[in-house]
Structure formats: C-alpha cells, structure tokens
T-cell receptor, first 115, second 114 residues
Framework: AQKITQTQPGMFVQEKEAVTLDCTYDTSDPSYGLFWYKQPSSGEMIFLIYQGSYDQQNATEGRYSLNFQKARKSANLVISASQLGDSAMYFCAMRPYYNNNDMRFGAGTRLTVKP | DTGVSQDPRHKITKRGQNVTFRCDPISEHNRLYWYRQTLGQGPEFLTYFQNEAQLEKSRLLSDRFSAERPKGSFSTLEIQRTEQGDSAMYLC????????????FGDGTRLSIL
C-alpha cells in the first residue's frame, strides 16, 4: 500500500525568502508520479508541479521546484521568493502509473508567509 | 478557460435528508474523480469514472452513496439518509490525455449536517 507522509503540520516563512516543504512516500510500485497541490482557504485544490519517477531532472515550474531524491523516497517542494499569497495548505500526492485512480494524499502542511 | 465546476458550494441539511452534488469536468477530460476531505486531512478517494463507466469505488463509499456520470459528461454524487459523519468537503477532479497528466480539481462542495 502507498503512504504519503508530510511531517510538518505548519511552517512559517518570511516574505521573499525560500521555504522547503517535506514529503516522503512509501511504495513498492516501480513507476509512479508525484504531485504537489496548493489549497487556499477558499477550498480549491490548485495543481503546482509534477515529477515522474523516471525523470532524470528535478521538476521546476516558475517559483516552484521539486527536490526529488528517489533512493530516499522524498519529494520536497521548494518555493522561492515567498509571497503573501503563498499562504495556504500544501498537499503532496502520489499515483502509480498503472492505476489512474489510486492517488494518495498526505495530510498537508499549512504554510504561513509573514510580511 | 473553464475549469472543473461544482455545485452547490455549500450545503447545509438536517440529518436523514438526501443531498445531491453536481460536478462539471473540463470538457475534453474523460476521467472524473470524487474525493472527500475532512478537516485537517488530505483528500480521500471515493470513486472514479472513465467516460460514463464507473470503474472504481472506495470502501469509503457506503451503500448510502451513489455516483453517476450519464453520457460521460457531468457527474452527480448523491448521499441518502445523511449522517453527522458525512460532514466534509466533497471534491471533484478531472483529467485527460496521458497518464502523467494531473487531476484538476473543482472548488468543492462543503456539506454540513445539522
């Protein structure tokens, strides 16, 4: 069975600084995808970034980058130059390639950006 | 650009009543998912449609829950005889194309059972 662990219930970061949100996972599947989503207080889940298990390079999308360490089964999200609008819940998720519906989410990390 | 649309945004009802939620996915997406999210937790998978076929149901989906996706477009999730424990955010997501494409979520329907 897959399991996603986000060990930081809450994180604080000063505006304009970088922050790393941790995510570790446990799976026996050889091929899988890793996703990060942002959920503001309004409730919608916003897709941020994707990393495939066979991708050689770490994914980047604007101010978001994913620090993927396959051997350690970690997929940490790095947000650079934090903005006040980054304050939200952040969820790490994983899905095996062969099973479209088996997407598992972590419990989330609440990020607060301080002015 | 139309994303995933869910209706209603909020639903307050008395215990024992039936409720129905609607989800309109992104038009070109053939895959549709329902999730439930309780406070302080990540979303939990409920059910999955590929086109009009319901291919997977979680054990979380008791007999009181039923989902449909007629004609492979919009979907409805009905909860019969609601219970206090049904209070949650119900999220709909859709995806299409290659398997590594992300699921795109709607704003959710927040259900409160009095």
């Amino acid at each position: 069975a897959q399991k996603i662990t986000q060990t930081q219930p809450g994180m604080f970061v000063q505006e304009k600084e970088a922050v790393t949100l941790d995510c570790t996972y446990d799976t026996s599947d050889p091929s899988y995808g890793l996703f990060w989503y942002k959920q503001p207080s309004s409730g919608e889940m916003i897709f941020l970034i994707y990393q495939g298990s066979y991708d050689q390079q770490n994914a980047t999308e604007g101010r978001y980058s994913l620090n993927f360490q396959k051997a350690r089964k970690s997929a940490n999200l790095v947000i650079s130059a934090s903005q006040l609008g980054d304050s939200a819940m952040y969820f790490c998720a994983m899905r095996p390639y062969y099973n479209n519906n088996d997407m598992r989410f972590g419990a989330g990390t609440r990020l607060t950006v301080k002015p | 650009d139309t994303g995933v649309s869910q209706d209603p945004r909020h639903k307050i009802t008395k215990r024992g009543q039936n409720v129905t939620f609607r989800c309109d996915p992104i038009s070109e997406h053939n895959r549709l998912y329902w999730y439930r999210q309780t406070l302080g937790q990540g979303p939990e998978f409920l059910t999955y449609f590929q086109n009009e076929a319901q291919l997977e149901k979680s054990r979380l989906l008791s007999d009181r829950f039923s989902a449909e996706r007629p004609k492979g477009s919009f979907s409805t999730l009905e909860i019969q005889r609601t219970e206090q424990g049904d209070s949650a955010m119900y999220l709909c997501a859709s995806s299409g194309g290659p398997i590594d494409q992300p699921q795109h979520f709607g704003d959710g329907t927040r259900l409160s059972i009095l």
